[in-house]
């Protein structure tokens, strides 16, 4: 097994998914949505949704180059596409306001008064609040970039891949379990800036990952003139 390739996918899918998830902005929204939930039932919650992300990425990850294969998009294309996609994303989420956050906590208020959290653990709590659409392109895309190379560096960047979602599932677990606390210790002011840090990264690797696809797709031919 190509170890190299192993470890440098874990901190790769790790830093591209985590700033997307946003564990503790995810966590402070489903802390609104679970007010009526005891500790028990919180970890529980928790626990929930951990699996889930975990399962839901690693499905996307793995099957999401059969997906590219019938509809016969390049990776290159995919990385190029998914690059700009995180970009404009954190760059929404940089220059953005955080009424967004407020009001989506706030419009699932009502909804948080029912006392039975085990239906909505996959739907909407898994998806679409923690693992949404930027989710599912940032993990179909670390999946085109782990099927280059050969047959060794292809396993040992998916099963790094796989490492990566699985550090982001209890990142989210210890987020949602620790939301009280870590609400009433960053407060509103700590919240954002950890939101607008997070944003810079996403711009920041979505960029990266674009430009691996451009010169993937513009290196030959400047190779060839």
């Known amino acids: ?100 956050s407020n009001a989506r906590a706030s419009a699932g208020h009502a909804a948080a008064q029912r006392t039975d959290y085990s239906k909505s653990t996959f739907y909407p709590f898994t998806f679409p609040l923690t693992v949404g659409p930027g989710c599912v392109a940032v993990a179909i895309t670390l999946g085109a970039h782990a099927s280059q190379g050969h047959v060794a560096g292809r396993v040992a960047m998916l099963l790094g891949a796989l490492v990566g979602i699985a550090g982001v599932g209890v990142s989210m677990y210890f987020a949602v379990v620790n939301a009280g606390r870590m609400a009433e210790r960053l407060g509103a002011s700590g919240l954002s800036v950890l939101t607008r840090l997070s944003a810079f990264i996403i711009v920041c690797l979505g960029a990266q990952i674009c430009w691996t696809g451009v010169r993937a797709l513009v290196g030959p031919w400047f190779g060839a003139h």
């Open 1 to 100: 097994m190509d170890i190299q390739s192993l470890l440098a996918a874990i901190p790769l899918s790790f830093a591209a998914l985590f700033p997307v998830v946003n564990p503790v902005g995810t966590a402070a929204i489903l802390l609104g949505l679970t007010r009526g939930a005891t500790y028990a039932e919180l970890r529980s919650i928790a626990r929930a949704i951990a699996i889930n992300s975990v399962l839901l990425l690693s499905a996307v990850l793995v099957s999401g180059h059969l997906v590219l294969r019938f509809f016969g998009i390049s990776v290159p294309i995919v990385q190029l596409a998914g690059g700009l996609v995180l970009s404009a994303m954190g760059w929404k989420m940089l220059f953005g306001d955080d009424d967004t």
